[in-house]
């Protein structure tokens, strides 16, 4: 090899390196909803890859990152088609992503380089998930996500959950067919509610909207994401035959259509008012309901858009405009420890208070030991803390040591940061269960926050819903050892809790009211109150849907809960574990002795022998019933539930969606398709 050769290396190699890193980065930010880069980040290693993929174009790629955008879909790592439930359907225009600047200079020469004379509109750039919204005779027929930038998945089922959206448009100055194109986010008001939601279930928290309207629009159960409150700005038409020669003016016309169209889109005529709009939503965007992450410049006439034409993965008339994300340096004071109500040690930052976007921050959550360790911050340092995006304030960083403005040497030096081995509330050693990053303490009955944690999720709203017993009440309790465990609730006597401080007869009668009042709470409610681990509200539901006794749910296997729709692996061994705890079956037997309804509707036996001797197959989604409530009806009238598509199939089950690999199965096979009307029908 020679001497350039052995140059050229490690520049070829960080180029593979670069490939690999940001494919993975692709596909936690697009699919997991995990983002391990920021935006920045990002776009620089983005724009080191294409600087040595134009040094050496002997190794261009077409699957290179730097030829095709981010992908939403499953198919790069799972080998299917699509999102589990979704049907992929290819765009008919590709949808691309927008070339980014991340500063005010790069923005001004991008603007001066335009003919001169243009147009260009600036618009926010939302922060969430794109969608392409298909309408055919003033029908919406489809709701496709990016995916790969030519074909995405159809969520239509859940984009008809978001009011501002219409279904259908009664006019007659509508195109046969347009297309519109936006952003689904989730305002941050509900995502502030859905995190408190799943902070209170120990379920890993969203980062930002972005991430939590990701992952709703991906959910099976439309009326979970309806719950969920997503919301959409539009900001893009195409089609043929369409009115109007500039962007804004197709804007205008949507608008008049009924569509949610931003009233700040403005447009400008020179560089000087493009600089103005950004400057004014730099501040101002902080008052919106919404997330957003910078501003959007497109070309206005759409005959210059045209003529400008694209690159590989980007428009040639539009570029992004990011606002840079705001961050402070402070102290990290010291880093305590909080135990949760299933155990997990969670470190915590306790920082000197700096002013971030509005708000004072003294504390932020360091999630994990590996965390910390990546970022090889401990006691003394002083750490970057950023707000920017994320709505919960995030370190990401730390200065140089070095840098005698920087840290205490006296703490960095003496104080190296280890995990602690043993629970901090009650001395047991930690557990770390391989395949997680978090440590927990398995002493469930003798830890106070794991003990007090329960009790307070048994008595939440949406659980056994007892008034009187909040948080403080419950610690008063439990240091009074009034309350042990949950089954203690209904042992409390008016005498006992009249005589303790701050409460009185009057309080007392209103907790045993609420008290007597939880006995008639139903049997899915009564399940998700016991806490067992990754059991939600909605979880809770489908499994007493199937079980509809504790005891028939006792005796379930991890393979029989599997067959539960959203109910894995991991979830189905929680069940099987805490049913397994002698300590979980003494209570449970405990609350049944106090008259809580550990059994739902009683089980229904065969209605009919409509079905008998039939294999049905259920694919998609369905409006009338779920899949669990059709796969009872199935068993009802004598058939047999299978999985997967065969020979002996007799007939699927075919709502919308359906599964394309399933679809394609049974056209192979010659196996009938029913549609949910039709089989009402038939076993009716």
């Avoid at 009011?163 to 448009?169: A, F, G, N, V």
């Avoid at 980062?207 to 629009?217: C, D, V, W």
């Avoid at 894995?568 to 449970?588: K, S, T, W």
Wanted: hydrophobic content about 35%; some cysteine; overall charge negative.
């Amino acid at each position: 090899m020679d001497l350039f050769s052995e140059i050229e290396e490690p520049e070829r190699e960080e180029l593979k390196s670069l490939r690999k890193e940001l494919e993975e980065a692709n596909y936690k930010y697009y699919v997991l909803n995990m983002p391990t880069l920021s935006d920045r980040e990002f776009d620089e290693k983005m724009h080191r890859l294409q600087d040595l993929e134009a040094q050496f174009p002997d190794m261009f790629d077409p699957k290179s990152p730097t030829q095709h955008v981010g992908s939403d879909l499953n198919v790069q790592r799972n080998n299917v088609q699509g999102t589990k439930g979704f049907e992929t359907v290819k765009h008919k225009y590709p949808m691309l992503s927008l070339a980014n600047s991340y500063s005010r200079e790069e923005i001004e020469d991008w603007v001066r380089k335009l003919p001169s004379g243009v147009e260009i509109v600036c618009e926010l750039k939302y922060d969430g998930l794109s969608i392409s919204l298909w309408y055919e005779h003033g029908v919406l027929v489809r709701a496709l996500t990016r995916g790969d930038g030519v074909q995405g998945d159809d969520v239509i089922n859940n984009i008809k959950t978001i009011p501002s959206i219409p279904w259908r448009i009664e006019r007659n100055d509508i195109p046969e067919f347009f297309e519109l194109r936006g952003e689904v986010l989730l305002p941050w008001e509900r995502f502030e509610a859905l995190n408190k939601e799943r902070e209170e279930q120990e379920e890993p928290l969203f980062a930002n909207p972005r991430n939590a309207a990701s992952g709703t629009l991906k959910l099976q159960d439309p009326k979970e994401v309806a719950r969920r409150g997503l919301e959409a700005y539009l900001y893009y038409m195409l089609g043929d035959q369409l009115p109007g020669t500039t962007h804004f003016e197709r804007l205008e016309t949507a608008k008049q259509w009924g569509f949610h169209i931003s009233d700040a889109i403005k447009v400008c005529k020179n560089v000087d008012e493009v600089m103005a709009y950004i400057a004014y939503w730099d501040t101002e965007r902080k008052n919106l309901p919404v997330a957003t992450d910078g501003i959007v410049l497109k070309v206005n006439n759409l005959a210059q858009q045209e003529e400008l034409g694209f690159t590989a993965k980007t428009p040639r008339w539009a570029i992004a405009y990011k606002f840079p994300a705001e961050k402070q340096l402070t102290l990290l004071k010291e880093i305590t420890y909080q135990v949760g109500r299933t155990g997990v040690v969670t470190p915590v930052a306790n920082l000197e208070p700096v002013q971030l976007s509005g708000t004072i921050v003294q504390r932020a959550t360091l999630h994990n030991e590996d965390f910390i360790k990546s970022l090889d911050i401990r006691p003394g340092d002083r750490v970057w803390v950023e707000k920017g995006g994320e709505i919960i304030p995030k370190i990401v960083g730390r200065a140089d040591r070095n840098d005698e403005m920087s840290a205490t040497p006296s703490l960095n030096d003496e104080m190296m940061y280890s995990f602690p081995t043993v629970c901090p509330e009650c001395g047991a050693k930690l557990v770390r269960v391989e395949g997680e990053a978090a440590w927990r303490c398995p002493n469930e009955a003798g830890c106070p926050p794991q003990i007090k944690g329960k009790i307070e999720h048994f008595v939440s709203r949406k659980a056994m819903n007892i008034d009187g017993l909040g948080e403080e009440t419950i610690d008063l309790l439990y240091q009074k050892e009034l309350l042990h465990n949950i089954a203690d609730i209904y042992d409390l006597k008016l005498e006992d809790i009249a005589a303790q401080e701050r409460l009185g007869e009057k309080s007392a009668q209103n907790m045993l009211a609420g008290i007597e009042a939880s006995k008639q709470v139903p049997w899915a409610r009564v399940l998700f109150a016991l806490g067992i681990r990754m059991v939600g509200e909605t979880t809770a539901k489908k499994i007493a849907r199937v079980y509809n006794t504790i005891d028939s749910l006792q005796e379930a296997n991890s393979e029989q809960l599997c067959a539960i729709e959203d109910v894995g692996p991991q979830i189905a061994e929680n069940i099987v574990a805490y049913f397994r705890d002698e300590r979980n079956l003494a209570i449970i037997e405990r609350l049944r002795k106090a008259g809580l309804q550990f059994e739902g509707e009683a089980a229904e036996g065969p209605q009919s022998d409509k079905l008998a001797g039939m294999s049905i197959v259920i694919s998609g989604t369905f409006s009338q019933h779920s899949r669990d409530e059709y796969k009872a009806l199935i068993e009802a009238h004598g058939g047999k539930n299978v999985g997967s598509v065969s020979k002996k199939t007799s007939f699927i089950l075919a709502g919308e969606n359906m599964g394309p690999e399933k679809r394609k199965k049974a056209e192979d096979l010659g196996i009938k398709l029913m549609t949910e009307d039709k089989f009402l029908e038939m076993i009716q």
